[in-house]
């Protein structure tokens, strides 16, 4: 099968020539001519040479792809057809010249294998190095068997002394030696061009190697079957020139022969050191078929070693995710299981489990493509947030996880991871839900370490975030983060510390909801407020002052607009008021003020003073909880306030406590 783009009369010129080689056999095989005639030994013989010549050529001048080579191969062939048309006149003053014209075929072969055989190379590896050695030893081991025998250099004396007799042979070792060389460099993956190419070369050594043997021995004879084989590599090297350019070869059949060419060539070299052992050959043979067997052994290790890195590296994509990544789940348990090993109540282990709120929303707004994006600088963050303390890793979807050492307040490193997993922009926010768990403290049985942190952040995230809420408490939170992403941040968190408090105060499901979600929106009075007043990095003044203090009723005018909303719409009001009675706006005092409104004033006031303001810094979180506890009584409730402080004593590890405690004196 030619390519599609093959012209008419060079179809018609292959088939011309394959005809004429068929001729040309039967006439040796059958001597169709008689003995010595020139119509089949001389003008058909050089006309297929000639025409092999001129196909060759063809294919250089009319397709662009490999011109060079096909340019260079049709020359060379062209000198080979020169030199058969001087040696078919018979002219003894042209031997020399005939000569130097065969030797341009394998100079010019030469050169054409390289091209051609580097447009297959798509990368070199040490191990395509060594098949192609190991090859070009093997292959001129057994040709020097064959070439170099004592017996065949005794009886050609003279035929060395002109040096060309047993030359052409042993330049055709070293053209299937290049041959071989480039085969292995493409992963021996020939396709058909190349395979006709190298099938090709092989046929003329073969033939020039049987011409050499029949002239040692004073056996050969112009015009038998042995002729055509020059004509038939002839015909091989003309039809490749105009084979499709694909590779038909399957990476199975490839894969096949580069465990089978290493196993063969060392065979060939066994075999020729079994037949030197017994027949006498020379040293060379010997050699060439020991540093095969070397460069066998060599490929056996650099194989060993690739074996070894590429199981190395599928461990490596074993674990880790290959959208973010971060480790998988799989590295995960590993890590866990180990953790749990370790972790004691002194040194503990914090997992957190975190789980997007939004991202299904981002995802079909914006796309597949972005959602990936968006988990990647999601995933990157996450990790440069954790460097140093541990390793992130990405569940699947939109779920993360982290397994830290808790150094420090657990959940102060909660909220910060969780803040790297914060990502607004025009009309999205995303941000995420979380659940934590001390190994060393809480347990060190990894599924139930697990089960206690996805229960924790699923009941988050129903209370806080499920899109199951009212439509009204979605809108006003978008509200929020449009007019400040960071605002929309401290609600969450408020929210989130606000829950866990009520958990612990043994609130109903209805008042747990009711705080969440005041919680989150006891700031949305501030989107009536100016942005001046609110980021003002100085003191404010009266007026100011009292234009701040109106953000509550705001706030629940513009909840209990909706019927459902005017249960929050109470508690928004009454979260700035104080316990001894001196807050705002209707200066209740104790048990008056709601009790989810008592909760949200401890967790608002914690989460404002660690966090950066436009006319402050942040405090410690030691500082803070000195501050809760110097206020309760006075601006805290007191129950409430030893109730958050004893939940963040109890997920802190001994020592940070005993810091505390230390600092606190």
């Given at each position: 099968?030619?390519?599609?783009?093959?012209?008419?009369?060079?179809?018609?010129?292959l088939?011309?020539?394959?005809?004429?080689?068929?001729?040309?056999f039967?006439?040796?095989?059958?001597?169709?001519?008689?003995?010595?005639?020139?119509?089949?030994?001389?003008?058909?013989?050089?006309?297929?040479?000639?025409g092999?010549?001129a196909?060759?050529?063809?294919?250089g001048?009319?397709?662009d792809r490999s011109?060079?080579?096909?340019?260079i191969?049709?020359l060379?062939?062209?000198?080979?057809?020169?030199?058969?048309?001087?040696?078919?006149?018979?002219?003894?003053s042209?031997?020399?010249?005939q000569?130097?014209?065969?030797?341009m075929?394998?100079?010019?072969?030469?050169v054409?294998?390289?091209?051609?055989?580097?447009?297959?190379v798509s990368?070199?590896?040490?191990?395509?190095?060594?098949?192609?050695?190991i090859g070009?030893?093997?292959?001129?081991?057994?040709?020097?068997?064959?070439l170099?025998?004592?017996?065949?250099?005794?009886?050609?004396a003279t035929?060395l002394?002109?040096?060309?007799?047993?030359?052409?042979?042993?330049?055709?070792?070293?053209?299937?030696?290049?041959?071989?060389?480039?085969?292995?460099?493409?992963?021996w993956?020939?396709?058909?061009?190349?395979t006709?190419?190298?099938t090709?070369?092989?046929?003329?050594?073969?033939?020039?190697?049987?011409y050499?043997?029949?002239?040692?021995?004073?056996g050969?004879?112009?015009?038998?079957?042995?002729?055509?084989?020059?004509?038939?590599s002839?015909?091989?090297?003309?039809?490749?020139?105009?084979?499709?350019?694909?590779d038909?070869?399957?990476?199975?059949?490839?894969?096949?022969?580069?465990?089978?060419?290493?196993?063969?060539?060392?065979?060939?070299?066994?075999?020729?050191l079994?037949y030197a052992n017994?027949?006498?050959?020379n040293?060379?043979?010997i050699?060439?078929?020991?540093?095969?067997l070397?460069?066998?052994?060599?490929?056996l290790?650099?194989?060993?070693n690739?074996?070894?890195?590429l199981?190395?590296?599928?461990?490596?994509?074993a674990?880790?995710?290959?959208?973010?990544?971060?480790?998988n789940?799989?590295?995960?348990?590993?890590?866990?299981?180990?953790?749990a090993?370790?972790?004691?109540p002194?040194?503990?282990?914090?997992l957190?489990l975190?789980?997007l709120?939004?991202?299904k929303?981002?995802?079909?707004?914006?796309?597949?493509?972005?959602?990936?994006?968006?988990?990647?600088?999601?995933?990157?963050?996450?990790?440069?947030?954790?460097?140093?303390?541990?390793?992130?890793?990405?569940?699947?979807?939109?779920?993360?996880?982290a397994?830290?050492?808790?150094?420090?307040?657990p959940?102060?490193?909660?909220?910060?991871?969780?803040?790297?997993?914060?990502?607004?922009g025009?009309?999205?926010t995303?941000?995420?839900?979380y659940?934590?768990?001390?190994?060393g403290?809480?347990?060190n049985?990894?599924?139930?370490?697990?089960?206690?942190?996805?229960?924790?952040?699923y009941a988050q995230?129903?209370?806080?975030?499920?899109?199951?809420?009212?439509?009204?408490?979605?809108?006003?939170?978008?509200?929020?983060?449009?007019?400040?992403?960071?605002?929309?941040?401290?609600v969450q968190?408020?929210?989130?510390?606000a829950i866990?408090?009520?958990?612990?105060?043994?609130m109903?499901?209805?008042?747990?909801?009711?705080?969440?979600a005041?919680?989150?929106?006891?700031?949305?009075?501030?989107?009536?407020i100016?942005?001046?007043?609110?980021?003002?990095?100085?003191?404010?003044?009266?007026?100011?002052?009292?234009?701040?203090?109106?953000?509550?009723?705001?706030?629940?005018r513009i909840?209990?607009?909706?019927?459902?909303?005017?249960?929050?719409?109470?508690?928004?009001?009454?979260?700035?008021?104080r316990?001894?009675?001196?807050?705002?706006?209707?200066?209740?005092?104790?048990?008056?003020?709601?009790?989810?409104?008592?909760?949200?004033?401890?967790?608002d006031?914690?989460?404002?003073?660690?966090?950066?303001?436009?006319?402050?810094?942040?405090i410690?979180?030691?500082?803070?909880?000195?501050?809760?506890?110097?206020?309760?009584?006075?601006?805290?409730?007191?129950?409430v306030?030893?109730?958050f402080?004893?939940?963040?004593?109890e997920?802190?590890?001994?020592?940070?406590?005993?810091?505390s405690?230390?600092?606190?004196?």
């Open positions: 099968m030619l390519r599609r783009d093959t012209p008419r009369v060079v179809c018609v010129a088939v011309l020539l394959a005809v004429l080689t068929g001729l040309n039967a006439h040796g095989a059958f001597r169709l001519g008689g003995y010595g005639s020139r119509l089949f030994e001389d003008w058909i013989y050089d006309a297929v040479m000639v092999g010549a196909t060759c050529l063809a294919r001048m009319l397709i011109r060079t080579a096909w340019l191969l049709g060379g062939l062209s000198c080979d057809a020169s030199g058969e048309i001087l040696a078919s006149f018979g002219e003894s042209a031997i020399a010249t000569d130097v014209l065969y030797v075929l394998y100079l010019a072969s030469y054409a294998v390289v091209l051609l055989g580097r447009e297959r990368r070199f590896r040490a191990s395509m190095w060594l098949d192609g050695i070009i030893c093997a292959v001129g081991a057994l040709a020097s068997v064959a170099l025998t004592p017996s065949l250099v005794a009886t050609h035929v002394k002109a040096g060309l007799d047993v030359a052409f042979p042993l330049t055709d070792v070293l053209l299937v030696g290049i041959v071989i060389l480039m085969l292995a460099l493409g992963g993956s020939a396709g058909r061009a190349f006709l190419i190298a090709g070369f092989v046929v003329m050594a073969l033939a020039d190697g049987v050499l043997y029949q002239e040692a021995h004073g050969y004879v112009a015009g038998t079957p042995l002729d055509c084989l020059w004509l038939l002839a015909l091989m090297l003309a039809l490749a020139a105009w084979q499709p350019d694909t038909s070869s399957s990476e199975r059949e490839s894969s096949i022969v580069i465990m089978a060419a290493p196993v063969i060539f060392a065979t060939s070299a066994i075999g020729v079994l017994a027949r006498g050959v040293g060379l043979s050699s060439l078929a020991v540093a095969t070397l460069a066998v052994l060599v490929r290790l650099i194989t060993a690739e074996n070894l890195r199981v190395a590296s599928s461990n490596e994509l674990n880790h995710d290959a959208l973010t990544g971060l480790r789940r799989r590295a995960l348990l590993h890590d866990l299981a180990l953790a090993r370790t972790a004691t002194s040194q503990p282990k914090l957190l975190f789980d709120n939004g991202f929303l981002y995802n079909d707004t914006f796309g597949h493509p972005a959602g990936d994006a968006l988990l990647k600088r999601l995933g990157r963050k996450l990790a440069d947030c954790a460097s140093g303390r541990g390793e992130t890793y990405r569940l699947g979807g939109d779920e993360f996880c397994l830290l050492d808790a150094e420090g307040d959940t102060t490193l909660a909220v910060e991871l969780a803040q790297a997993l914060l990502e607004a025009e009309h999205f995303i941000g995420s839900s659940g934590e768990v001390l190994l403290v809480e347990t049985d990894i599924e139930e370490a697990l089960r206690i942190a996805d229960q924790r952040l995230k129903t209370l806080v975030v499920r899109p199951t809420r009212p439509e009204w408490r979605d809108v006003l939170l978008g509200l929020l983060r449009e007019r400040d992403p960071q605002l929309g941040l401290h968190e408020v929210a989130n510390l866990r408090v009520g958990q612990r105060l043994s109903s499901e209805e008042e747990l909801a009711n705080l969440g005041a919680a989150e929106l006891h700031d949305i009075g501030k989107t009536a100016p942005e001046a007043i609110l980021e003002k990095p100085t003191a404010l003044d009266s007026e100011e002052r009292a234009f701040i203090e109106r953000h509550t009723l705001i706030g629940e909840l209990a607009a909706a019927p459902t909303g005017r249960a929050v719409a109470a508690i928004v009001r009454a979260t700035h008021e316990w001894d009675g001196d807050g705002y706006p209707d200066r209740l005092a104790g048990q008056d003020i709601p009790i989810a409104a008592r909760i949200i004033a401890i967790c006031a914690y989460n404002a003073m660690t966090s950066d303001r436009s006319y402050r810094k942040a410690s979180h030691e500082r803070a909880f000195r501050e809760l506890q110097r206020c309760a009584g006075s601006q805290f409730d007191p129950q306030t030893e109730v402080l004893q939940m963040f004593k997920a802190t590890p001994a020592s940070t406590l005993a810091a405690s230390t600092a606190s004196r």
